[in-house]
């Protein structure tokens, strides 16, 4: 199966190119299910069942067509089997409903597809295989050599190398905002720059970034917003596309997966976003890969999603594996509920810590000190996050003891688990910054960031307290 002949078969050639989307779009109405490349959000059940706690259990969602299966089958295969060479012919010209190549679509990948789109009130969504993935093809999605983006540095380390090192090393740059004013960020926009880039609560110092005015921005340069709403929980706690954003990124790793098993990522688009702009040639060009397909008149308000597919999933191949999807689908029946739950012991932990002697310093956009705090009451209703800092007195010593007298929470690298876990972001997700950007993203040396997770918040407490004890 060569995936290059599909695709160009799938989509359209010049001459055919806005009757078949015509034809495709007419589709759309009669069945939710028809057009799985494209992946169209099921509109029925959205449009009457609005609620976060109904969508994240039921949008997407079909019964098995083959055996009525309630639960969300597993679809493990790599392509899907032609009734002859008729069928492959009409599935190729987009003529039937069906899937052929899981690089490009696969059922099960589809409904978490569907079920993000929904969640994140968007249009459409791709599901890839990690957060970064979702990063680099986003990103590649909207930028050719030469051109810029704009983004706050305090981010999460692995984003923040990826931004630095590798799109540099494709002539692609980043350029950092020196402070948190939107004003700074503003000053760095210029002709060659595709896009502003925010962390929803900044994965270093929980920054929460002003959205509308940040929006207001990006409106008026003509450049989108793109939000990486990994702390925002997969729009439990905030929905970026309702404040302007263009592109919403995930990393479904975190709570959207909530089981610490699993690596993938989403990028989802909110349908706003005017693409036809002199900054993004490619998405009103004719494009010579699929006969001369133009991105934008045949995808609309899903164009970025279908370019990066179609294009970006295609080439660079970073697809989700489907038993990865089916395991993030489970989390996400009650996404709402685990980050309502880690949101909760969040605050009390943080409360509690700062009433700790030998704790220096804590640090989270709930409590009333953090600089964001009134961003928080602005735009999140239910809590602000579930992950908090905290520094202890005494040296590096002190504080890998503490780390490694603690019982019950978990010493790893990873936010967005059941459990409760710790990490020492210095020396490890963010180990790769120079020590002038650890301070600018607000890690000191001595920094411990804690994930919340969903356990009894006395049990969390006992276990920060006995190995407080042991420190000097
Ligand atoms: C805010 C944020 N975005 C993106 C990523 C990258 O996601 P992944 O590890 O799934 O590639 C992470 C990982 O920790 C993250 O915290």
Same mark, same amino acid.
């Given at each position: ?23 495709? !779009?007419?589709? /759309? &109405?009669?069945?939710?299910?028809? %057009?799985? @490349?494209?992946?169209?959000? $099921? ?120 931004? !630095?090192?590798? /799109? &540099?090393?494709?002539?692609?740059? %980043?350029? @950092?905002?020196?402070?948190? $004013? ?291």
């Amino acid at each position: 199966m060569h995936c290059d002949i599909l695709i160009s078969h799938i989509l359209y050639d010049n001459a055919n190119a806005s009757l078949r989307c015509n034809s495709a !779009r007419k589709c /759309f &109405s009669f069945s939710t299910s028809q %057009f799985y @490349f494209l992946n169209i959000s $099921n509109t029925d059940i959205m449009s009457v069942y609005k609620h976060f706690e109904t969508l994240q259990v039921h949008a997407g969602r079909k019964a098995d067509p083959a055996t009525g299966a309630c639960a969300t089958p597993l679809y493990q295969t790599a392509s899907f089997q032609f009734h002859n060479m008729d069928h492959a012919a009409r599935l190729f010209s987009l003529e039937e409903e069906g899937f052929i190549y899981s690089r490009l679509s696969n059922p099960t990948v589809n409904v978490l597809e569907e079920r993000i789109s929904a969640l994140e009130g968007c249009t459409a969504a791709v599901a890839v295989s990690s957060g970064q993935a979702a990063h680099f093809l986003t990103f590649q999605n909207l930028a050719l050599p030469g051109d810029n983006f704009v983004a706050f540095p305090s981010l999460y380390g692995g984003t923040y190398t990826l931004f !630095r090192d590798r /799109f &540099s090393d494709l002539g692609i740059t %980043f350029r @950092f905002v020196p402070g948190k $004013n939107p004003k700074e960020a503003e000053s760095l926009i210029d002709d060659r720059t595709r896009g502003l880039f925010v962390e929803t609560i900044a994965n270093s110092d929980y920054h929460v970034p002003d959205f509308d005015h940040l929006a207001e921005i990006c409106r008026k340069h003509r450049i989108p917003l793109i939000v990486d709403n990994t702390f925002g929980g997969g729009g439990y706690l905030f929905r970026p596309a309702g404040h302007g954003a263009a592109v919403v990124t995930h990393s479904a790793t975190k709570w959207i997966g909530g089981h610490g098993n699993s690596i993938a990522g989403i990028l989802a688009e909110a349908g706003t976003f005017d693409w036809d702009n002199e900054r993004f040639p490619r998405f009103r060009e004719n494009c010579p890969a699929y006969h001369g397909l133009n991105f934008l008149k045949a995808f609309g308000e899903k164009a970025f999603c279908a370019k990066a597919r179609a294009l970006g999933l295609r080439d660079w191949g970073c697809c989700l594996s489907p038993f990865n999807a089916l395991l993030i689908l489970q989390g996400i029946e009650t996404l709402s509920l685990r980050m309502q739950r880690a949101m909760d012991n969040a605050m009390e932990l943080a409360r509690w810590l700062e009433s700790q002697k030998k704790v220096s310093q804590v640090s989270y956009p709930g409590l009333k000190m953090h600089p964001s705090y009134p961003n928080v009451q602005k735009y999140f209703k239910n809590g602000a996050g579930a992950v908090l800092s905290f520094t202890l007195k005494g040296d590096r010593s002190t504080t890998a003891q503490f780390v490694e007298r603690l019982q019950l929470i978990t010493h790893l690298t990873n936010v967005g688990d059941n459990k409760t876990l710790i990490a020492h972001p210095a020396s490890t997700t963010h180990g790769q910054m120079t020590d002038r950007e650890l301070e600018t993203a607000g890690i000191g040396s001595g920094t411990l960031r804690l994930a919340a997770g969903i356990e009894h918040i006395e049990d969390l407490k006992a276990d920060l307290q006995q190995s407080l004890r042991s420190c000097p």
